[in-house]
């Protein structure tokens, strides 16, 4: 057994819960170090391939070359700079923020099948861009990254009240909440494109809330980055009150919290950088979903190694996801909600199968 010193520098014996923790913290240190260098590869592979195939040293020599100011001209530089960087950073935001969302809204909602489709979040976003870009005939990126705040802030404190008129705000409530809530504004998200005159501009919304990297533009990337720092920042800083949230509310009593505020105060930040990112990328789903579980078996229940774990598999997986939509059935393109849906909807029925076989 490893030993500890006390103040008078006389070796003792580390208690066996003290041992465990260093474990798993170290296991985490271990496992967000390998998913780096995981997505770091990634990326380099993910900006080589395409119509024109560029080999990994080329695409670090471009990236290294930019990044220290140096002048780089050239079609691959173009190529590797311009068009795939971009999507390669937001589809690494938009996985990171996503699967984040999902953990924290798994452990509001103590449900493992909650993600951000669950509580209203994308459905919100996805029917303040659609009101925008069909009704108001608005098109910009910062307008439709703000009309996607909009509706996922506004989905998730409709949820909030819905939740609350019985009473307390108990995690099954908002669940049934949040399932009203989405189905009603996939709703009128569909009347809106069924409504609109204009069949280029319905088809461009429908195309998009299959999600959609195709045409990254600089102001969402750059609000994309700040949500994702910031919130995802936030959200580990905050990581002991998700723990005492989803081990109940009267242990997060216990703990000195009020969870009725907690929970909504955490929903709400939540849906706000889940706002930004969908408005960039449109409704991806089971990013949210599968991402956490996979986090949690790796680095256990703590939130604190849960949620950068989570950041950079789901980063890793979406990444991997738009490029199987961007090649697979080359030169057109898939959606890349299509291509998460594929790869997370047998997961789903794992997770449910477990479910129903352990009673839970």
């Known amino acids: 057994m490893k ?3 006390n103040k008078h520098r006389v070796a003792v014996e580390a208690p066996p819960a003290v041992l ?6 170290r ?4 496992w967000v170090v390998a998913l780096l260098l995981l997505l770091g590869t990634g990326m380099a592979v993910a900006l080589g391939i395409g119509p ?12 290294g070359h930019k990044l220290r100011g140096q002048p780089t001209e050239g079609p691959l530089a173009q190529i590797v700079w311009g068009t795939r960087l971009p999507r390669v950073l937001m589809a690494t ?3 990171a923020c996503l699967s984040v969302a999902g953990a924290v809204l798994q452990a ?6 909650a993600d951000p489709y669950l509580l209203g979040v994308n459905a919100g976003a996805s029917t303040g861009v659609a009101f925008v870009a069909l009704v108001a005939g608005a098109g910009g990126a910062m307008v439709l990254a703000g009309a996607a705040l909009a509706g996922a802030v506004g989905a998730v404190a409709l949820v909030i009240t819905l939740g609350g008129l019985a009473g307390q705000r108990g995690p099954f409530r908002l669940i049934l909440a949040g399932l009203a809530v989405g189905y009603m504004l996939t709703a009128v998200t569909n009347f809106l494109i069924f409504w609109s005159d204009s069949p280029e501009a319905a088809r461009s919304v429908m195309f998009w809330l299959l999600g959609s ?8 990337l750059n609000s994309a980055a700040i949500a994702a720092f910031v919130g995802i920042g936030v959200l580990i800083a905050v990581a002991p009150i998700l723990d005492a949230l989803s081990s109940g509310d009267d242990s997060a009593r216990a703990a000195g919290l009020n969870p009725e505020r907690a929970r909504f105060l955490v929903l709400i930040g939540t849906s706000a950088m889940v706002g930004v990112i969908v408005a960039g990328v449109g409704g991806i789903g089971f990013v949210g979903l599968v991402v956490p579980h996979l986090a949690r078996r790796l680095v256990g229940g703590r939130h604190r190694a849960v949620l950068p774990v989570s950041a950079l598999l789901g980063g890793a997986l979406l ?5 199987i939509a961007r090649t697979a059935v080359a030169p057109q393109e898939i959606p890349v909600g299509v291509v998460t849906g594929i790869l997370g909807a047998p997961f789903l029925v794992l997770l449910l199968r477990r479910a129903i076989t352990t009673g839970s």
């Not at 465990?20 to 913290?25: D, Q, Y």
């Not at 990444?319 to 490029?323: F, G, M, P, R």
Request: charge should be positive.
């Open 52 to 63: 024109v195939r560029i080999p990994p040293a080329d695409v670090l020599e471009i990236v």
């Open 20 to 25: 465990a923790v260093r474990a798993v913290r």
């Open 3 to 5: 030993t500890m010193f």
């Open 93 to 95: 935001l938009a996985g």
């Open 213 to 220: 990297l195709s045409s990254v533009q600089p102001a969402v």
């Open 27 to 30: 296991r985490a240190r271990l």
């Open 108 to 113: 509001v909602a103590r449900n493992g099948l």
């Open 319 to 323: 990444l991997a996801a738009d490029t």
